[in-house]
Protein backbone atom coordinates (compact mmCIF):
# COMPACT_ATOMS: atom_id res chain seq x y z
CA UNK A 1 0.00 0.00 0.00
CA UNK A 2 1.71 3.31 -0.96
CA UNK A 3 2.63 6.32 1.96
CA UNK A 4 0.06 8.20 2.93
CA UNK A 5 0.75 12.19 1.25
CA UNK A 6 -0.85 15.17 2.32
CA UNK A 7 -0.11 17.96 0.03
CA UNK A 8 -1.30 21.41 -1.45
CA UNK A 9 -3.57 20.60 -4.76
CA UNK A 10 -2.07 22.15 -7.95
CA UNK A 11 -5.40 24.63 -9.40
CA UNK A 12 -5.55 22.39 -12.74
CA UNK A 13 -6.47 19.43 -10.64
CA UNK A 14 -8.82 20.92 -8.81
CA UNK A 15 -11.86 19.06 -10.24
CA UNK A 16 -10.29 16.59 -8.68
CA UNK A 17 -11.16 17.14 -5.31
CA UNK A 18 -15.16 17.88 -6.40
CA UNK A 19 -15.19 14.89 -7.90
CA UNK A 20 -14.04 13.41 -4.46
CA UNK A 21 -16.41 15.17 -2.51
CA UNK A 22 -19.49 14.20 -4.94
CA UNK A 23 -18.53 9.95 -5.20
CA UNK A 24 -19.17 10.37 -1.42
CA UNK A 25 -22.67 12.33 -1.83
CA UNK A 26 -21.16 15.34 -0.01
CA UNK A 27 -22.66 18.72 -1.16
CA UNK A 28 -19.21 20.31 -0.19
CA UNK A 29 -17.11 22.32 -2.78
CA UNK A 30 -13.87 23.58 -3.94
CA UNK A 31 -14.01 27.47 -3.20
CA UNK A 32 -12.68 28.77 -5.95
CA UNK A 33 -9.86 31.72 -4.69
CA UNK A 34 -8.91 29.52 -2.09
CA UNK A 35 -6.14 27.01 -1.56
CA UNK A 36 -6.76 23.32 -1.28
CA UNK A 37 -4.95 20.20 0.46
CA UNK A 38 -5.55 16.41 -0.01
CA UNK A 39 -4.48 13.39 1.54
CA UNK A 40 -4.00 10.69 -1.25
CA UNK A 41 -3.51 7.05 -0.48
CA UNK A 42 -3.17 6.34 -4.04
CA UNK A 43 -5.97 8.89 -4.93
CA UNK A 44 -7.63 11.36 -2.92
CA UNK A 45 -9.28 10.12 0.65
CA UNK A 46 -9.31 13.37 2.63
CA UNK A 47 -9.57 17.50 1.28
CA UNK A 48 -10.00 20.86 2.56
CA UNK A 49 -10.02 24.48 1.48
CA UNK A 50 -8.39 27.81 2.89
CA UNK A 51 -9.83 30.73 1.49
CA UNK A 52 -8.77 34.02 2.63
CA UNK A 53 -11.20 36.09 4.79
CA UNK A 54 -9.90 39.71 6.72
CA UNK A 55 -7.96 38.64 9.48
CA UNK A 56 -6.79 35.18 8.59
CA UNK A 57 -8.36 32.29 6.35
CA UNK A 58 -11.79 30.34 6.33
CA UNK A 59 -11.72 26.74 6.81
CA UNK A 60 -14.28 24.47 4.32
CA UNK A 61 -15.07 21.36 3.02
CA UNK A 62 -12.87 19.21 5.55
CA UNK A 63 -14.20 15.21 4.63
CA UNK A 64 -12.40 12.14 4.70
CA UNK A 65 -13.93 9.30 3.25
CA UNK A 66 -15.45 6.97 5.77
CA UNK A 67 -12.95 4.09 4.55
CA UNK A 68 -9.84 5.95 6.65
CA UNK A 69 -11.86 7.69 9.11
CA UNK A 70 -10.94 7.16 12.79
CA UNK A 71 -6.99 7.50 11.88
CA UNK A 72 -6.59 11.35 12.70
CA UNK A 73 -6.62 12.30 9.62
CA UNK A 74 -8.64 14.94 9.68
CA UNK A 75 -5.77 16.58 12.30
CA UNK A 76 -2.83 15.83 10.44
CA UNK A 77 -4.43 17.44 7.25
CA UNK A 78 -5.71 20.77 8.94
CA UNK A 79 -2.15 20.83 10.93
CA UNK A 80 -0.13 20.88 7.47
CA UNK A 81 -2.85 23.03 5.78
CA UNK A 82 -2.74 25.87 8.19
CA UNK A 83 1.28 25.61 9.13
CA UNK A 84 2.98 28.94 8.65
CA UNK A 85 -0.65 30.80 7.81
CA UNK A 86 -1.25 34.53 9.88
CA UNK A 87 -3.79 35.17 11.64
CA UNK A 88 -6.78 32.86 12.56
CA UNK A 89 -8.20 30.25 11.05
CA UNK A 90 -12.25 29.77 11.44
CA UNK A 91 -14.55 27.23 10.62
CA UNK A 92 -18.07 26.84 10.53
CA UNK A 93 -19.38 23.20 11.73
CA UNK A 94 -22.47 21.18 13.16
CA UNK A 95 -22.58 21.52 17.15
CA UNK A 96 -21.49 17.80 16.99
CA UNK A 97 -18.40 18.44 15.71
CA UNK A 98 -17.16 20.55 17.97
CA UNK A 99 -14.91 18.18 19.86
CA UNK A 100 -13.07 17.28 17.61
CA UNK A 101 -12.01 20.59 16.21
CA UNK A 102 -11.35 21.06 19.88
CA UNK A 103 -9.00 18.39 19.75
CA UNK A 104 -7.15 20.47 16.64
CA UNK A 105 -6.98 24.06 19.40
CA UNK A 106 -10.04 25.55 18.01
CA UNK A 107 -12.31 26.99 20.25
CA UNK A 108 -15.55 28.81 20.05
CA UNK A 109 -13.92 31.99 22.10
CA UNK A 110 -13.26 33.65 18.85
CA UNK A 111 -14.51 36.87 16.91
CA UNK A 112 -15.61 36.68 13.03
CA UNK A 113 -15.09 38.58 10.60
CA UNK A 114 -18.12 40.46 9.01
CA UNK A 115 -18.30 38.04 6.23
CA UNK A 116 -18.22 35.17 8.35
CA UNK A 117 -20.42 36.30 11.07
CA UNK A 118 -22.92 36.97 8.25
CA UNK A 119 -22.79 33.75 6.92
CA UNK A 120 -23.09 32.51 9.99
CA UNK A 121 -26.47 34.01 10.53
CA UNK A 122 -27.66 32.30 7.22
CA UNK A 123 -26.41 29.04 7.99
CA UNK A 124 -28.21 29.09 10.86
CA UNK A 125 -31.68 29.25 9.69
CA UNK A 126 -31.33 26.25 8.19
CA UNK A 127 -29.57 24.02 10.27
CA UNK A 128 -27.91 24.16 13.84
CA UNK A 129 -24.03 25.23 13.16
CA UNK A 130 -21.42 26.68 15.46
CA UNK A 131 -18.11 29.07 14.75
CA UNK A 132 -15.02 28.15 15.95
CA UNK A 133 -11.44 30.05 15.87
CA UNK A 134 -7.73 28.70 15.84
CA UNK A 135 -5.48 31.45 16.37
CA UNK A 136 -1.54 31.42 14.72
CA UNK A 137 -0.02 31.51 18.00
CA UNK A 138 -1.95 28.35 19.36
CA UNK A 139 -0.68 26.70 15.94
CA UNK A 140 2.30 24.26 16.79
Given at each position: MPP?????????????LNKFYRSHNSSMKALK?????????GEIVAGLCLSPVVGG???????VAPTHRGQGLAARL??????????????LCHPD?????????FS?????????SERLVRYKRN??????????????
Open positions: LHIEPLAEPLWPLGGRLWVVRDQWLTGVFIGEAVAGIEGTVWLLERLYQRMGQDTVLPQSLKPMIAMGLNAQDKH
